[in-house]
């Protein structure tokens, strides 16, 4: 499931948080965040496999942008399912 954030971690800039990526990232999610096993953490840890394993443009980035990008993305799909939850939609 999470394989769906590939084209997004594959960006070179996704962890600019500029608005270009920011829209690929919630496209992404929203293909996602309304199956029930759908779990932020998780996406962070699949974010976190894709960088070890090198398959995309995160193996360059120094850890802090790294660190602050993950959270940043792993607290607004969190945001995202919340909500989602809490207004009945998921």
């Known amino acids: 499931m999470y394989d769906a954030f590939d084209d997004f971690l594959q960006r070179e800039t996704w962890h600019t948080r500029h608005e270009n990526d920011k829209d690929q990232f919630f496209r992404a999610l929203e293909t996602v965040v309304y199956n029930p096993q759908f779990n932020a953490d998780r996406l ?8 070890e394993a090198g398959e995309n443009a995160q193996a360059e980035i120094l850890q802090l942008e790294y660190d602050e990008a993950r959270n940043y993305y792993v607290d607004a799909a969190w945001a995202v399912s919340d909500f989602l939850r809490f207004t009945g939609q998921r």
């Open 44 to 51: 962070g840890e699949y974010i976190d496999q894709r960088r």
